[in-house]
């Protein structure tokens, strides 16, 4: 008996230990800004979006709640950079100034003021990153093949990302390898498949978080990986229906890692053709910012914000880039 009363005070313990702590939090409206800073382009490249905050059951479009007439200046050692409100856009604040060019390694100040409340906040530009593809023979298996071979990836910066878009998207000017997009189960039943093709980056100074942005040029209907096996649906999810019935699924992903070796699997690509990869170096305050859930926008963690006396973030990245054209395996054989 004696025993039975101790296992059962002993679960009523355990019980008490996991009832969640109700701490009640009273929102308080705040100026929200967000901005980021990317190495090697004009700071007229940026816009900065300053509003008031909102709650959780309000629309961020179409309200009153963008600042408009505010003070906005980035401070960058002597230089005092003011930024205007954009024409027809309450809240964007951007300048015409395209000689200041981001530098990686410095810090960069970012006032902003309503008139009334006023908000300051800093980043560090992080350090420039190089980009190989490697090799690996020790962690897979498919069939008698265990090697990942490298493949050319032809790595650019963002001022050539730009002569990009500034030339329409004309991707000739680029080079790129193929990739042919196998379909064996040891290819496509996890998320720790063997994967393509393998990206190792180094930089001179510890970024905060790295971040990964695969940009499929063509996403049409035509293009589309149809995959409805339990593995894809469980890794991947179920492709989204548009209104005419086509299949797709998410066209920019975005990953967030911070290993040095970037396995490119079946789960990276949702579409055959050219993609754009863009591997970007982030600060503290961006790594710090996603220790919080802001993209599922899990009430439970919040993220961790760099900005005083308001919320949001000021952040900066440095950015590497390289395309890679994913074809059939009836196609790449």
């Not at 910012?289 to 914000?305: F, H, T």
Request: proline content about 4%; some cysteine.
């Amino acid at each position: 008996m004696k025993k039975t009363i101790q296992i059962i005070s002993m679960l009523l313990f355990i019980i008490w230990s996991c009832e969640p702590i109700d701490e009640e939090r009273i929102y308080e409206e705040k100026l929200t800004v967000f901005a980021n800073l990317e190495a090697d382009l004009p700071l007229a490249f940026d816009t900065v979006f300053v509003t008031y905050s909102h709650s959780i059951n309000e629309k961020h479009e179409g309200n009153n709640k963008w600042v408009e007439d505010g003070t906005v200046m980035m401070i960058h050692e002597a230089d005092t950079i003011l930024f205007t409100e954009a024409e027809g856009k309450p809240g964007r604040y951007v300048t015409n100034n395209y000689s200041l060019i981001v530098q990686a390694g410095v810090r960069y100040t970012l006032y902003v003021s309503d008139g009334i409340d006023e908000i300051i906040s800093e980043t560090i530009v992080p350090s420039a990153i190089e980009l190989e593809s490697v090799s690996n023979d020790s962690l897979w298996r498919c069939g008698e093949n265990t090697s990942v071979e490298p493949i050319n990836i032809y790595p650019f910066g963002m001022d050539q990302l730009m002569a990009f878009y500034g030339g329409f998207g004309d991707s000739s000017i680029f080079k790129y390898d193929t990739v042919v997009y196998k379909e064996d189960d040891c290819y496509t039943s996890s998320f720790t498949s063997m994967p393509y093709f393998i990206v190792k980056w180094q930089s001179e100074t510890e970024p905060g978080m790295m971040r990964n942005i695969m940009i499929a040029q063509d996403d049409s209907p035509s293009n589309f990986i149809m995959d409805t096996s339990f593995s894809a649906i469980a890794f991947k999810g179920t492709p989204f229906q548009d209104e005419d019935g086509n299949y797709y699924r998410p066209n920019p992903q975005v990953w967030n890692f911070s290993q040095q070796e970037i396995y490119f699997s079946w789960l990276a690509f949702n579409y055959y053709g050219l993609y754009l990869m863009i591997i970007q170096s982030t600060d503290q305050a961006f790594a710090d910012y996603y220790k919080g859930d802001p993209i599922s926008m899990n009430q439970y963690v919040l993220p961790e914000s760099n900005i005083e006396g308001g919320y949001g973030l000021f952040t900066s990245t440095n950015s590497v880039a390289f395309f890679v054209y994913i074809v059939q395996e009836a196609d790449g054989n």
